[in-house]
DNA sequence: CGCAGAATTGATACATCTCAAGCTGGGTGG
DNA sequence: CCACCCAGCTTGAGATGTATCAATTCTGCG
């Protein structure tokens, strides 16, 4: 509960590495403040529970660093993945006491949490975190709707391909490459990982995977390194509008 | 454009049959009567298209009445419902100046919109609609990523279960029946849009709905009434947990 | 009455799942 | 230092659920 001394991280929200892009980034000096007062560090290894779903959750957070799911499981054992937390992304739900998924890490996380009290108090006190948490789900809703048609509608090998382009897309949203020609990025997800967001089984996954790769859209170095040699051809596969993506 | 006179709505909000569940539910008189500047009502007819994805978009509404879809459509034509909007909801977004998806109106639509300019100054000036909007977008993404379970990993039985407690519920929400034994009420959709709602084809939504009216799980009276003589019986044939939906 | 859209039903094809057997690479302990 | 181990991954063969293609049959309505 109490934050690692070991723990890299900036205790102070002006060196934050999400400052601009989480729920805080609307904030003002002063705002910043209170939200300061109110938060601590977690970290998590691998494969840890950050939460189960229907457990208590006395706060809401911030993914500071690493990469987490968000997934929801049936009585007999099928589960579905139905949010990929990367660093700013939100986590939890003012106003609700109990987690309504699983969150767990699949690398190493770090997340900056606020006691779920005060932040809701401190979110009908000033407009500006309201307003931020508006904006970031409006798009997590947009996300999941294109995530529907790709549950609903797509083969195995489009699944793979959109899967690889979001990832891809994402990574260059921090680093600022242009999504253009070369590219190549970690896969921050095992097989089955991948299985549980697309909807399909693990052997599908590693089956199409294997088909693109000897179809020389994407090339492996080692399991996590994927090399795409055209960007382009990558998304042809997605089975998306070729002009895609424009919606503001 | 403009509202057909004929149509039987309230021209003032205090009359509103949504007026307590639509983006407005927590204005104040002052702020309802501000909202009233800028509304103008709209008819639909069924299958008619609201709007295009990729439109230009300047309003934002609430449906009042009827039922309409929000979906995406890929370019060789298979589409993907990922929305179902009943009255009180949401459509549009602030700050969007193009509609990011389809919407269509199912049975006879009636919508209350708003200019979107002078709307996105209203909610920068008056909290309550952001608020309410930010609550209302919250619960609609509990709903997406529940729907991403459905067609992640649902069998095709299962799918029709649920689409069928699932407008049962959202029936009885308004007519506030009770969630157990016999129950009634009216598909409002065609095969095909369930089919485009669950991800499958409309001949295998034939197939499970007859399925299920020969073993007693359900009856059909005319095409659109659904007798369900026993609810639990139906909700054991979602795959949910059966003390499921408490999260609140 | 007769038409058109909607729904049902049938036969077959095929994508993905399931079950099962190996493979690979990195870590560990004898 | 090497044999072993194990999780993650790949590959194969066969089963199966859903899609596809193709007739019919309903149903509401002009």
Redesign the pocket.
Known sequence: MVPAASNPVAKDCADCPIRHRAVCARCEPDELHRLEEIKYYRSFEP?QTVIWSGDRMDFVASVVSGVATLSQTMEDG?TQMVGLLLPSDFVGRPGRERAAFDVKAVTPVVMCCFRRRPFEELMASTPHIGQRLLEMTLDELDAAREWMLLLGR??????IASLLSIIARREAQVSAGPMRGRFEFD?P???????DY??????????????L??EGVIQ?E???RVVVPDFARLLDETGDDSDGGFLV
């Not at 797509?154 to 699944?159: D, G, L, M, N």
């Open positions: 494969g099928r797509k083969t195995a090998r489009e699944k896969l997800l095992t097989r089955e990982a991948m299985a697309l909807g399909l089984t693990l052997e599908t996954v590693s089956r199409q995977v294997s088909a790769k000897s492996l080692g399991k996590r």
